[in-house]
DNA sequence: TCCTTATTGAAAATAGTTTTCAATAAGAAA
DNA sequence: TTTCTTATTGAAAACTATTTTCAATAAGGA
């Protein structure tokens, strides 16, 4: 199902703000700020107000179809999701982001803490940051630690 | 160790308002945010400005002595932590926070992404929300899903 | 007790995000 | 295609969070 069909379905609208927000995603394949976002559509000509990125995104998110990547300090940025439960993997040397499950070793940790600590556990959030193949090469050796 | 020698040892004054920001953080127990811990501070006569609660809160935090806790939408506050790596685990509903390690499970997790993905991974960030043990009281039951 | 300097806090500056509201344009219907 | 409804836009203002500046203060070693 192409964009105009997933936000139609929705009663929503495919407009040229929201165009240009996934466009600049799309190429990005990194997390990207809204204010990053808002200076690459006007590099690309496309002149979208900021609120609407912001807008964009709150909706997209809501959707499932945008996700909030974040670091140990603060939010790296948003980057496309697909649908379903994953984690996002992103390199801290050129910011490539890729997605995975990681869902059946999860539930083996979850089962621990669940009896170690008494709580019940329905929500989690997980993400990594190291290094893609790309960047491994470029980088001087280390032995694992 | 002490709080006065942990900070000497760095060449650090343990001053009012250090003091103030470590005894909130240790009577709340749960994630507060900067402006609550200023309130808390004000609420027991201790009239210390914001801005010192921001440079306490990374002081403390560069000594390994705070931790940021992150829900999926924002920064949940900061709470004090154990010295060496480990992750937080929040109540939903009264905010209690609790530390655990789970490194074994997450190393086999770990492994399965690097074959993967051909990613090095170094850094990671891992936290749970759920139901702590009195919170699932007062809850209606749910079967587990 | 003295002295050095790390630290404080009021104020201003900066940054990030949300709200408001009249004008616009998407897309369903005719 | 044209019309009509209303979801959406964007400039401006409001709001909130955080950082910087700098003269005054106080921590703690000498
Ligand atoms: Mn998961
Ligand atoms: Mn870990
Ligand atoms: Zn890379
Ligand atoms: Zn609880």
Known sequence: MNWQ?????EGLRLTTPRRVVISV?????????????????LDADEEIGLVSVYRT?????????VRRVHGHE????????????HHH???RSCSTAVEFSGMDDLSTLIDHIQEETGFLVDEHMLQFSGLCPQCRKRTPHHDQD
């Open 5 to 9: 069909d997933k936000l139609n379905k």
């Open 25 to 41: 995603l799309e190429a990005a394949g990194v997390p990207l700020s809204p204010q990053t976002i808002h200076q690459r559509s």
């Open 57 to 65: 995104l709150e909706m997209l998110t809501d959707l499932g179809l």
């Open 74 to 85: 603060a939010c790296l940025g948003y980057v496309l999701a697909s649908p379903g439960h």
């Open 89 to 91: 993997l992103v390199c």
